[in-house]
């Protein structure tokens, strides 16, 4: 059974820095590629970042590039968000998803805010 577990929301301030992780089971993650979503009340989920299975392709929207990077860690089967002085407009519940397995975790609360 696939299971992705977020980790790493909470409150962060303008020019702060915060790191989300997600911690995948039930399939092999270093075959697979990963992505990071997020979502905010009333709007669809939106795709954030992107990392193909050999760690080295990357792909990163043009709205939060310059302040996220993607990568992962087969060997702890995690993929990690980085957020680098976000903006206000980064608040969001994120999550992450396998999608090949078609999963997703439960998802963390990120908010930025002075």
């Known amino acids: 059974q696939v299971h992705l577990v977020e980790s790493g929301g909470g409150l962060v301030q303008p020019g702060g820095s915060l790191r989300l992780s997600c911690v995948a089971s039930g399939f092999t993650f270093s075959t697979n590629p990963m992505n990071w979503y997020r979502q905010i009340p009333g709007k669809a989920r939106e795709l954030v970042a992107a990392i193909s299975s050999n760690e080295r392709d990357t792909v990163i929207v043009d709205s939060v590039k310059g302040r996220f990077t993607i990568s992962s860690d087969n060997s702890k089967n995690t993929v990690y968000l980085q957020m680098n002085n976000p903006a206000p407009t980064a608040t969001a519940m994120y999550y992450c998803?396998?999608?090949?397995?078609?999963?997703w975790g439960q998802g963390t609360q990120v908010t930025v805010s002075s």
């Open positions: 998803q396998a999608p090949r397995q078609r999963s």
